[in-house]
């Protein structure tokens, strides 16, 4: 099975916490760091019309979320199961 991709930054405050919430629902997925990444950056900014939105979560059915809060991901998330 494909794993979440997660698009974002180490300073991003909704990053670290979208990150949080993935670890603690032990949920397999991949990292893309779009300050050190510049094909990750292109994908953000392709998907968020120019702008550099993080957390963008790529998932395996490739439906998008971008900025999610707690709740829209955790609901996304239980969809998954």
Known sequence: MLKIRIYGTAW???C???LRILNERKIDFEWFDIG????AEKIVKEIN????SVPTIIFPDE???V?????ALNHKLD???
């Open 79 to 81: 969809s998954l199961e």
């Open 67 to 71: 900025e999610p809060s707690n709740s």
């Open 12 to 14: 991003c405050g909704d």
């Open 63 to 65: 439906t998008i979320l």
């Open 36 to 39: 050190r990444d510049s094909l």
């Open 49 to 52: 019309h120019g702008n550099r």
């Open 16 to 18: 670290r916490r979208a």
